[in-house]
């Protein structure tokens, strides 16, 4: 009897966790979208991401850039045009192969995206003030365990 129970409650958590998911996307883009200041608006969204990770890994090839972001090749390729023209990253000659090119952030591109991550870093900061410290250690690990089975289950196979 124990196991329709528990498999009831693991069905009702999963329902539960689909919702939120759902509305956590739909409220961060809102948020993101509402927030007035300028900082929030100094890079879009896929080059804020394509530079935290730049800043974080290192230069790549945008092979590895595409695979690491789970996006098609060349859709990382037009993201990263468009921050060369912008003058936020370069590209540089890959010495693993010659043909290719390794992109890198530029002191520019660092520089948005660190006013970018700040920004953030305040306005989850305000919104979160009211829980512990243990609270928002646990939902920081929770979302990178989520973060990580998303990147899991999207990698090709």
């Not at 520089?111 to 939902?139: F, H, I, K, N, P």
């Amino acid at each position: 009897m124990s196991d329709d129970r528990d498999t009831d409650a693991d069905e009702t958590a999963l329902g539960r966790i689909e919702t939120e998911v759902a509305l956590l996307m739909r409220l961060g883009e809102a948020t993101r979208r509402a927030t007035g200041t300028a900082e929030h608006r100094v890079l879009d969204r896929a080059a804020y991401v394509i530079l935290r990770h730049l800043d974080t890994a290192g230069p790549q090839n945008v092979s590895a850039l595409a695979a690491r972001l789970n996006l098609d090749g060349s859709t990382v390729t037009r993201q990263v045009s468009a921050l060369q023209r912008d003058g936020l990253i370069t590209r540089t000659p890959d010495p693993s192969d010659g043909r290719g090119t390794v992109i890198s952030p530029t002191p520019a591109g660092l520089e948005r995206m660190a006013a970018v991550q700040a920004a953030r870093t305040r306005l989850y900061g305000d919104m979160l003030a009211d829980w512990s410290a243990e609270d928002r250690a646990d939902l920081a690990t929770m979302l990178g365990r989520l973060n990580q089975a998303l990147t899991a289950r999207n990698r090709p196979r």
